[in-house]
């Protein structure tokens, strides 16, 4: 009896430090997971922080661009317009 009351007791001993090995891997296992995942989130913050920022800047630049365009454009539309009045003033002056 005393020999199986042994075994048990060693058997017993044996899945406790098993269940103990198993729960430290489970730990491991999520304390890892977790590093990722926080890993993950900041790169993605980091990701999302740039495409704001270029995106700002190419709005900046554009809109930049833009008024550019259009001050380029009524300068050519004056330009024109005296263009047209010298060559009537010109003309007149030309035709008497």
Same mark, same amino acid.
């Given at each position: ?17 098993? =269940? !103990? @090995?198993? /729960? *430290? ?7 890892? &997971?977790? %590093?990722?995942?926080?890993? #993950?989130? +900041? ?15 190419? =709005? !900046? @630049?554009? /809109? *930049? ?7 380029? &454009?009524? %300068?050519?539309?004056?330009? #024109?317009? +005296? ?14």
């Amino acid at each position: 009896m005393r020999r199986y009351e042994k075994k048990i007791a060693l058997l017993r001993q044996q899945e406790q430090e098993e =269940k !103990r @090995e198993k /729960d *430290s891997f489970q730990q491991h296992k999520r304390q890892i &997971e977790q %590093r990722w995942q926080r890993e #993950i989130e +900041e790169r993605t913050r980091q990701y999302k922080r740039k495409a704001e920022e270029i995106s700002a800047r190419y =709005k !900046r @630049e554009t /809109d *930049s661009l833009s008024r550019a365009d259009q001050y380029t &454009e009524e %300068r050519l539309k004056n330009q #024109i317009k +005296e263009c047209q009045q010298e060559i009537q003033e010109w003309q007149r002056n030309n035709n008497k």
